[in-house]
Every structure is written in structure tokens, then in C-alpha cells.
């Protein structure tokens, strides 16, 4: 069962180095993506080309959604993922921007501007929505 107990940063970084892993299953001999929070993604350094950094992103979205139950979308036309373009200079980063959209969202509800903690939003939604 997911609940929100299953989404911290540790759990988003499993997710994606699980991404990684998978990434490096399709690869073709020679790249590969160093599985660490170091390893360059779009920065100079990088052994991808743009089709494997896609392949990435998708098997990072898929990984959220199996393992932590949390829909996120960082490919997709315009670039309009919510994540800054900036955070794919290296995995750390990536991961660190996916941390902060998914365990603060931009759109949380507010009272007296003054965030509401995430596991009391995400409570609120499962009223709402029946989950």
C-alpha cells in the first residue's frame, strides 16, 4: 500500500537510481550512467545522448508512480514539467528539484500564508478524493 510515509527524499532517490539501473539495461556498450548523485546528466562530462536522457526521464516517471504512487511528469512538449530546467545538470540535482516538487508543492493550500505541512495536505486530498 502507498501512503504518504513512503514518499521521502530517501525513497525519490531509490526510485531514480532504480531509473539508472534500468537505463543502463538499454544502453549500448561503452555508456553508461554512473549510478551516483554526482553523475553528470546534461552537464559537460555526460556520456548520454538526448535519447538516453529521455529514456531516463521516462524511467524515472514510472519508478515514482510504481513505487511511490506519485504521478510526475519531467518529459512532455514545452517543458512545462514544474521542475527548473537548471536541475538537470547532474542526478544530485534532479533529484533534489523531484524532492522539492513533489514534497512541497507550489499549489499546497494555505492558511493565513502559512504553509499546511504536507502529510496534513496529502490527508485533506485522500479525504477529498477517496484514496
Known amino acids: 500500500m502507498i501512503s504518504a510515509k513512503n514518499i521521502s527524499a530517501k525513497n525519490i532517490e531509490a526510485a531514480v537510481f532504480s531509473a539508472i539501473d534500468r537505463l543502463g539495461a538499454v544502453l549500448p556498450p561503452g555508456i553508461y550512467l554512473e549510478r551516483s548523485r554526482a553523475a553528470p546528466l546534461l552537464a559537460d562530462g555526460t556520456s548520454l545522448d538526448s535519447m538516453a536522457v529521455v529514456n531516463l526521464l521516462v524511467f524515472i516517471e514510472e519508478e515514482m508512480l ?29 533529484i533534489d528539484a523531484i524532492c522539492q516538487y513533489v514534497l512541497c508543492p507550489k499549489d499546497v493550500a494555505k492558511v493565513s500564508d502559512v504553509p499546511i505541512v504536507y502529510e496534513e495536505w496529502l490527508v485533506k486530498q485522500e479525504r477529498v478524493w477517496g484514496k
Not at 511511490?68 to 544530485?92: C, N, R, Y
Open 66 to 94: 510504481s513505487t511511490l504512487g506519485v504521478e510526475i511528469m519531467l518529459t512532455g512538449a514545452g517543458g512545462d514539467s514544474g521542475i527548473d530546467p537548471e536541475a538537470f545538470g547532474t542526478i544530485g540535482a534532479l
